[in-house]
């Protein structure tokens, strides 16, 4: 089946930079937009960020300027890229894709295990 795996996570100071990448594998038939979402704790999960096939990202107001996605369409693998940490980027970092089995079953979402990415003040 498809697995998305996550890695890049940690803990890291204010101002500081990480990267996180998440690599899509299995019986894909083609892989659509992907994205980063995060769930800190006590809060609902949201959109960090997300790239279509063709390379379109869109960005949550928050991170605009500090976050770049992007992807790697023959490696099935989306990284995002974190600038300008701050302690209210803590969170769980979940990868989500949107993926095609096969030309006659419609895509669907899968997620990934999620990484902890924490920020230290």
């Known amino acids: 089946q498809v697995q998305l795996v996550e890695s890049g996570g940690g803990l890291v100071r204010a101002g500081g930079s990480l990267r996180v990448s998440c690599t899509a594998s299995?019986?894909?038939?083609?892989?659509?937009?992907m994205g980063w979402y995060r769930q800190a704790p006590g809060k609902q999960r949201e959109l960090v960020a997300a790239?279509?096939?063709?390379?379109?990202?869109v960005y949550a107001d928050s991170v605009k300027g500090r976050f770049t996605i992007s992807r790697d369409n023959a490696k099935n693998t989306v990284y995002l890229q974190m600038n300008m940490l701050k302690p209210e980027d803590t969170a769980v970092y979940y990868c989500?894709?949107?993926?095609?089995?096969?030309?006659?079953?419609?895509?669907?979402?899968?997620w990934g295990q999620g990484t902890q990415v924490t920020v230290s003040s």
């Open positions: 989500n894709a949107d993926i095609q089995l096969s030309a006659v079953v419609p895509s669907r979402a899968y």
């Open positions: 299995g019986s894909i038939f083609s892989t659509n937009a």
């Open positions: 790239i279509t096939r063709g390379g379109r990202s």
